[in-house]
């Protein structure tokens, strides 16, 4: 009688660690995505905070420079040409004749700036302010390549070329206006579009992190998939917002009626339609 209330217990007890395995493994289940996300989220978290301190470094620029944005042009001797879509960086550590930081070799751009604001930032959190250049999941940096990232690339972030020169009062609406988005790989003081588009005849070229910027390949690496399944964008009001690669479209339209460049897709899914203004 001992005996078979042993084996009963026995049972029991196996029983329990049967049903206590099978619930640990349904639980694992359903926090993997959740733990994959939190893994994820402090590269996240800092690429956002990046980018909406860019974007405050940029509102206090145009509020010190009477309304326009900052400019984007090659040296070519002691003359300033013009704009173009990449003005290389100096190596870090650097000095010009007068013991000030050499931060840009090829004339005035974006970054240099901005330098400033997110300088005075860095200073106040005690936070050195090239953490701010790089998103922490885009890691590659290729060193060679003409018109490509090189060894003094260090910006994972880019400027819309659309704006260059621009006064701030040209947007119809700044809230779908693309200003500043990430870069899954190291760049010098780069713009993206790498052209401007005034008119129905310019589509823009490069304007989403997709796999058509593969037009510059190898020089350019690119994954529209930096943050899981996607990346973000900053407006030209300033906020950051996430979107999935389906939003990026490798084809942007115009619109006749708004007379502007966006990113929407009538087709496929999601349907997208002028959720990103490229231009104005």
């Known amino acids: 009688m001992?005996?078979?209330?042993?084996?009963a217990l026995r049972r029991i007890a196996l029983l329990d660690l049967v049903v206590a395995v099978l619930v640990a493994l349904l639980v694992a289940l359903a926090l993997a995505p959740a733990l994959a996300r939190l893994q994820r989220s402090s590269g996240e978290a800092q690429c956002q905070s990046?980018?909406?301190r860019w974007s405050q470094a940029m509102a206090l620029y145009v509020a010190d420079n009477h309304g326009w944005y900052p400019t984007n042009r090659v040296a070519s001797g002691t003359i300033v040409g013009a704009v173009t879509n990449k003005v290389s960086l100096t190596p870090d550590g650097q000095t010009d004749a007068d013991g000030n930081p050499k931060r840009f070799a090829s004339g005035p751009n974006w970054v240099e700036a901005l330098y400033p604001y997110l300088w005075s930032a860095a200073t106040k959190t005690g936070v050195d302010w090239k953490s701010f250049r790089v998103c922490p999941k885009a890691t590659t940096r290729t060193t060679s390549g003409a018109g490509g990232p090189s060894s003094t690339s260090y910006m994972t972030y880019v400027f819309n070329i659309n704006l260059v020169e621009q006064p701030s009062s040209l947007a119809q609406a700044p809230n779908t206006l693309m200003m500043l988005r990430e870069?899954?790989?190291h760049v010098n003081s780069i713009l993206r579009?790498?052209?401007m588009s005034p008119?129905?005849?310019?589509p823009p070229i490069c304007a989403f992190l997709t796999n058509y910027d593969s037009i510059l390949a190898p020089v350019v690496p690119t994954t529209g998939k930096i943050h899981d399944a996607g990346s973000y964008i900053a407006f030209a009001d300033g906020h950051v917002r996430y979107f999935t690669i389906d939003y990026y479209s490798k084809h942007p339209e115009y619109d006749?009626?708004?007379?502007?460049w966006y990113n929407y897709l009538t087709t496929g899914s999601p349907a997208v339609y002028k959720t990103i203004a490229i231009t104005p």
């Open 2 to 7: 001992i005996t078979r209330k042993v084996a």
């Open 50 to 52: 990046n980018l909406r």
């Open 183 to 185: 870069l899954d790989c």
């Open 193 to 195: 579009p790498i052209n």
């Open 199 to 202: 008119d129905p005849s310019s």
């Open 256 to 260: 006749a009626v708004d007379q502007r």
